[in-house]
């Protein structure tokens, strides 16, 4: 009886991955996920690995956000402004990925693996300017606009 009710919970976790990756959000947070870890995979394999740090944080991030919005658990948990901290993650994300893959692909000469990093750092730099850009109109239509009244009664 127990692993009926196992594996209901497990299709159902299934379930909710498969239609949350068929949403855009679902999708551009998966992508993020994959591109840091091609990214963070380059840096590690290049003999200067020190840049692997903002892949790993912003892959951790990217997954948490994910599970987070997959689970439908920012409807559940309200003290935090969901969509305002996905606003601030994905911007700083895409400030660090650029400013670091700039750096590995000019200062990156004779190592091969370092440049490839930083060519797929900047791909994942311009997939978080997007997923900003994306989050920042969401916020903008959600907004509600209140006309000031310019009635004399009080």
């Not at 903002?54 to 935090?80: P, S, T």
């Not at 978080?128 to 209140?146: E, G, M, V």
């Amino acid at each position: 009886m127990a692993d009926t009710n196992a594996s209901s919970s497990g299709a159902n976790c299934l379930e909710k991955l498969k239609s949350y990756l068929r949403t855009q959000k679902g999708f551009i947070l998966a992508a993020e996920i994959v591109l840091s870890l091609i990214v963070l995979i380059c840096y590690a394999a290049s003999t200067y690995g020190g840049y692997s740090a903002v892949a790993i944080c912003e892959m951790i991030f990217a997954i948490v956000f994910f599970g987070i919005f997959m689970m439908e658990l920012d409807k559940q948990i309200q003290v935090v402004n969901w969509v305002w901290s996905d606003l601030f993650r994905a911007g700083i994300g895409a400030v660090l990925y650029i400013i670091t893959s700039l750096i590995c692909i000019i200062g990156g000469s004779q190592d091969g693996a370092r440049i490839a990093g930083g060519v797929f750092g900047l791909i994942a730099g311009l997939l978080f300017a997007y997923d900003t850009y994306i989050i920042f109109l969401q916020i903008k239509s959600t907004r509600q606009h209140t006309a000031a009244s310019t009635d004399d009664r009080v």
